[in-house]
């Protein structure tokens, strides 16, 4: 406890409904944000209070499990630690993912850091599931984007050709891909 008489997760949460957006909200719900509770909160503000509460496991985990709230599936991977992932739980992480906004935070904030990613990125680009190819060709991206290897760079360029060439590709993203690594 605090001295607020509040614990770690109690607070969070009075942070996040004490910036919540109404607006951003509604526009969220007609745009198909699959989460129950939406606060509204938008990166700058979700990455203001991450740096206010610091790298936490549990209180990633705890987040994790709030799956009925945007900001938490968002949050919780900013706060959790990289050294306290393992390849299995990452693979959960991937698969829980509810929405591309979900997949875009988990991949940039957390996953591309993570020595199976590569592994996870290609399992996930083979998948028959829309979004878990999304996430696959997200992470994709993310590791390529801080990773200079030329082996990742093909691996990631075959999967979105691969991703181009199935019935409704996600071509925007394969595409950027594609563009990002033809040098």
Known sequence: M????????????????????????????????????IF?????????????????????????????????QLLAPMLMPREAVTDEAAAKLAEGVAWAEEADILCNKLLRWLPGAPDLATRLCASENRLKRYTGLRLMAAMTCVNQDERLRKEAVSAALAE???????????????ADNDY
């Open 164 to 178: 181009l060439r199935r019935p409704e590709p996600i071509a925007a993203l394969a595409a950027q891909i594609i």
């Open 2 to 37: 605090s001295e607020t008489g509040f614990n770690r997760m109690q607070t969070l949460k009075r942070r996040m409904f004490a910036m919540r957006n109404g607006v951003v909200a509604d526009a969220l719900r007609q745009a198909g944000c699959p989460r129950r509770i």
């Open 40 to 72: 509204g909160l938008n990166l700058p503000q979700l990455t203001e209070i991450a740096s206010e509460f610091g790298p936490d496991a549990q209180l990633a985990l705890e987040l994790f499990r709030d799956v009925n709230v945007r900001e938490s």
